[in-house]
């Protein structure tokens, strides 16, 4: 949509006219808050006249962005006719349509598709069509595999943390027979030495979460420093964290504590 000026016209093309509109990108850029319509612009040695600027729209920057493989510093439309001049090239590789409504999409794909098949004569591969609602399909799709690999990697990390927890907790009963059995002996109950096991293996897996969540935010934190990402900290994310380090030290550290409990006090005497 054009904010000022005319858009245009089939006698532009026509003639090849040296004229162009530009986006508020590139008018901020190439003339720094003027108003660009009327003003002369040189592209490739050559002089133009910006005759409108069109609105600014934040997925038609980012569809460039994405074809261009770059930042977007700004577009400049000519006459495609005046376009081909100056590249010196008599073809037309790339066609950007744009839908004023998005449900309208597949309706136009399909008339697009119509009318290249008629100029391509029905040639299979003979052009691709892209539009945003299959891009953002894509980004979708990619973004539940990451999602998915990354919920193996920390499931698989989980594992091996809480297999590596109730080792440890099983070699500390073994270890503690004694006091377990003295502790029997004046009369605690098994319930209590089950949850003096239980509450310790919670422990360290709080301590080695906690360090995780510190070990985290200062990588964050250290790219953020580098870059021009924003740092925030996201205290639910935090708080998930170090909940599953609590549901790991509760899960893995079940068993260890149910065999303490279950020791036989005179059993366990007898190790002294």
Do not use: H
């Amino acid at each position: 949509m054009l904010a000022r000026g005319r858009a245009i016209n089939p006698i532009d093309v026509a003639q090849s006219e040296r004229v162009c509109l530009v986006d508020g990108e590139a008018a901020r850029n190439l003339f720094f808050g003027e108003d660009p319509v009327g003003q002369t612009l040189y592209l490739d040695g050559r002089e133009f006249t910006v005759v409108g600027m069109i609105d600014e729209d934040e997925n038609a920057s980012l569809f460039a962005q994405i074809l261009t493989g770059g930042s977007n510093d700004g577009t400049v439309y000519m006459p495609y006719s005046t376009a081909k001049k100056l590249l010196g090239t008599s073809t037309v590789s790339t066609l950007e349509v744009y839908v004023t409504d998005s449900e309208q999409t597949d309706a136009a794909v399909e008339e697009m598709e119509v009318v290249l098949d008629g100029i391509f004569n029905y040639k299979d591969d003979s052009y691709t069509i892209i539009n945003m609602d299959s891009m953002n399909e894509a980004m979708n799709l990619l973004t539940s595999m990451m999602t998915s690999l990354l919920v193996g990697i920390a499931s698989i990390a989980l594992l091996v943390g809480g297999i590596g927890i109730m080792n440890m907790m099983l070699v500390t009963v073994t270890e503690r027979t004694t006091e377990i059995g003295l502790r029997k002996a004046l009369g605690a109950e098994p319930g209590q030495i089950q949850m003096q096991f239980l509450m310790e293996a919670i422990i360290l897996s709080l301590i080695g979460g906690l360090i995780g969540v510190v070990v985290g935010l200062g990588i964050s934190l250290a790219i953020c420093v580098n870059t021009d990402i924003t740092f925030s900290i996201n205290t639910f994310a935090i708080a998930l964290g170090v909940g599953f380090s609590a549901a790991v030290g509760i899960i893995f550290g079940w068993a260890p504590a149910r065999k303490a409990s279950n020791l036989n006090p005179i059993d366990a005497l007898r190790s002294m």
